[in-house]
Nanobody
Framework: QVQLVESGGGLVQAGGSLRLSCAASGRTFTRYTMGWFRQPPGKEREFVVA??????????WYADSVKGRFTISRDIAKNTVYLQMNSLKPEDPAVYYCAACSAYGTNWPPASYEYDVWGQGTQVTVSS
């Protein structure tokens, strides 16, 4: 079973940038479908981005709310995935979670309930 630890959250001004990290241990993340989710204060958890750990062409899916501003990347040697967040907006503050999905049904991206493993989350705060 893979374990996930997020880091990189913090306070940033609107329009600024942050890079979140998700360090995997136990197993390589390339065996999983990986996702980032976020939970704004008082709201439900929402999807941010999903991608095949093997980096299959085309298997990266961003939520419309972050498309063009957020970018995922990976470092296989470090067994780490990253979420680069640019042009942060007042609606982006949330606890951001990294998750791993070992198997999903027919729909892409996988639904949140299909993710087997979750990190503890990292807080992102945006000041206006």
């Amino acid at each position: 079973q893979v374990q996930l630890v997020e880091s990189g959250g913090g306070l940033v001004q609107a329009g600024g940038s942050l890079r979140l990290s998700c360090a995997a241990s136990g197993r390589t993340f390339t065996r999983y479908t990986m996702g980032w989710f976020r939970q704004p204060p008082g709201k439900e958890r929402e999807f941010v981005v999903a991608f095949s750990g093997s980096w299959s062409a085309g298997n990266v899916w961003y939520a419309d709310s972050v498309k063009g501003r957020f970018t995922i990347s990976r470092d296989i040697a470090k067994n780490t995935v990253y979420l680069q967040m640019n042009s942060l907006k007042p609606e982006d503050p949330a606890v951001y979670y990294c998750a791993a999905c070992s198997a999903y049904g027919t729909n892409w991206p996988p639904a949140s309930y299909e993710y087997d493993v979750w990190g503890q989350g990292t807080q992102v705060t945006v000041s206006s």
